[in-house]
C-alpha cells in the first residue's frame, strides 16, 4: 500500500504587540477608542488574521520585552509616543539583535521615533506633523505588494494626524504607501526595509485619539504586514576567517 506524504501543518505566525499604554490610562478621548489599550485592539486584529498574539507593555518587568519573549516572537509590532525616553537601552539592544537574527519589526505611527526603530534606521526619523482632523487618503503605490494584499487603490481615513515631509529615514527598499493630507502634505506612509536577517517595515496611520485601528482596511495591512515581515526559512550567514571550498594551490 503505497503511503501519501504529508504537508506539514503552518504553524501560524507568533506576534508580540508593544504599547507604552500611558495615553490610554490618562486620557478620556484615548480610551473611548481603546478601552483595553491600543496594543488589545491591535493584537484583536491579528488574532483575527490567524496570528498567535502575545501583548507587553512599557511598565511590565524589562517593558515586557524579555530574553524568552523576543525569542518566541516571529515578530513585534511596536506603538510608542511619549515615553520613547523610558525604553532601556538594554531592551533596545535586545529588540535590535532579534531583528538583525530573523525576527520581523514593525513600527506604528509615532513608532518613528522609538529607540529601536531608530536604532535599526541609523537616522534622526524625524518629521513635520499636526493634529487638526486632516483627511489622509493612503495611495498603494505597489499593488503587487503582499502587504496591500486584498486592498482598493487607496485607504480614506476621515480624520487623522498629519505626518509631513521630510521623513529622515533611510529610502525604503519598497514604497507600499503614500499618504495625501487635506492640508496639502504628502508622507511615506508604508516603508520597507532589510536588517540582517529580518525584515522591517513603518506604517502610519494610528494616532491615539482617532479610532484608526478599529478601520478594517487598515486592520488587514497589520495582518498583512505581519504576514510578510515574519522570519523566512533562509540561510544563517556565516562570517570571519573561512576555509576554502576547494583546494586552493601554492
Known sequence: MTQTA???????IRVLVWNEFRHERKNEAVAA?????????????????????????LDEPEHGL??????????????GHIAHGEV????????????????GFVALHSAHFSKPFKRLM??????????????ERLWVLAPGHPIASGLGEYIELEAEEM?????????PEELVFMSWFTGGEVFRS?????????????????????????????????????RWAAPVDGPRPVFGNA????????
Not at 66 to 79: I, R
Not at 204 to 215: C, I, K, L, Q, S
Open 122 to 135: 541609523g537616522t534622526g526619523c524625524d518629521l513635520k506633523w499636526r493634529e487638526a482632523n486632516d483627511k
Open 88 to 103: 532601556s537601552a538594554e531592551a533596545t539592544e535586545r529588540v535590535f539583535a532579534r531583528v538583525m537574527d530573523g525576527m
Open 163 to 171: 505626518y509631513g515631509e521630510f521623513f529622515d529615514v533611510p529610502p
Open 190 to 226: 508604508g516603508c520597507t526595509y532589510t536588517r540582517g536577517r529580518g525584515r522591517v517595515f513603518y506604517f502610519r496611520p494610528g494616532h491615539e485619539t482617532y479610532p484608526t485601528y478599529h478601520h478594517p482596511d487598515i486592520r488587514r495591512v497589520l495582518v498583512n504586514a505581519a
Open 66 to 79: 524579555t530574553e524568552e519573549a523576543l525569542a518566541w516572537a516571529d515578530v513585534v509590532f511596536w506603538w
Open 33 to 57: 477608542h481603546y478601552p483595553e489599550g491600543i496594543h488589545e485592539t491591535v493584537a484583536a486584529a491579528l488574532r483575527e488574521g490567524g496570528c498567535e498574539v502575545r501583548t507587553a507593555t
Open 6 to 12: 504529508q504537508t506539514p501543518t503552518a504553524q501560524p
Open 243 to 250: 576555509k576554502p571550498l576547494e583546494r586552493l594551490d601554492g
